[in-house]
């Protein structure tokens, strides 16, 4: 059951299967390159994933809806790193969905279980809140279910636009 599709720069593309507990690579043709599923531990029905520049090659974010967080994963499917755990506070997750990045340095995560947006830098590192609760007079959330970010400029830090299923707009 794929949940998710994110198309590479050279045409190829991650699927990620939510029941089957795997990321799916497919080539520009749509022949299966190769199957990730998240080394011994495994793959918590993966949700989204996005392919990060990273310092020895491109990292591999992935939602694991099932275990209320991110990984991050290298070129070989290895965990780099995990990012958020279960709960309600900053920073935690309840079932994280879709992912963006803004292209310098920083992950958003759709919340679903939180009605919001979590950003994080690439370290992990929990940076804010969008939707329930935040600051700043940003609107409530009533379901984040898609997500992208437009980069800005060097002297502005671009836009979010988030999907909502809950309030039916954007």
Same mark, same amino acid.
């Given at each position: 059951?794929?949940?998710?599709?994110?198309?590479?720069?050279?045409?190829?593309?991650?699927?990620?299967?939510?029941?089957?507990?795997?990321?799916?690579?497919?080539?520009?043709?749509?022949?299966?390159?190769?199957?990730?599923?998240?080394?011994?531990?495994?793959?918590?029905?993966?949700?989204?994933?996005?392919? =990060?520049?990273? &310092?020895?090659?491109?990292? %591999?974010? +992935?939602?694991?809806? /099932?275990?209320? @967080? *991110?990984?991050?994963? #290298?070129?070989?499917?290895?965990?780099?790193?995990?990012?958020?755990?279960?709960?309600?506070?900053?920073?935690?997750?309840?079932?994280?969905?879709? =992912?963006?990045? &803004?292209?310098?340095?920083? %992950?958003? +995560?759709?919340?679903? /279980?939180?009605? @919001? *947006?979590?950003?994080? #830098?690439?370290?992990?590192?929990?940076?804010?809140?969008?939707?329930?609760?935040?600051?700043?007079?940003?609107?409530?959330?009533?379901?984040?279910?898609?997500?992208?970010?437009?980069?800005?400029?060097?002297?502005?830090?671009?836009?979010?636009?988030?999907?909502?299923?809950?309030?039916?707009?954007?």
């Amino acid at each position: 059951r794929p949940a998710s599709v994110s198309v590479r720069e050279d045409g190829s593309a991650y699927v990620a299967a939510f029941a089957g507990g795997e990321i799916v690579i497919l080539d520009a043709n749509g022949r299966v390159e190769r199957t990730l599923r998240g080394g011994l531990r495994g793959l918590d029905r993966p949700f989204a994933c996005l392919e =990060l520049p990273g &310092d020895q090659g491109p990292v %591999l974010a +992935v939602s694991e809806y /099932g275990a209320n @967080r *991110v990984l991050l994963l #290298d070129g070989a499917g290895r965990r780099i790193r995990e990012i958020g755990a279960k709960g309600t506070g900053p920073g935690q997750l309840l079932g994280p969905q879709y =992912l963006a990045s &803004d292209g310098r340095g920083y %992950l958003y +995560v759709c919340d679903w /279980g939180n009605s @919001r *947006v979590n950003k994080y #830098d690439l370290e992990g590192n929990f940076v804010l809140q969008l939707g329930r609760g935040s600051s700043g007079g940003a609107p409530r959330l009533g379901g984040p279910t898609g997500i992208a970010v437009a980069p800005g400029r060097a002297s502005s830090p671009g836009e979010i636009y988030v999907a909502d299923r809950g309030r039916a707009l954007i």
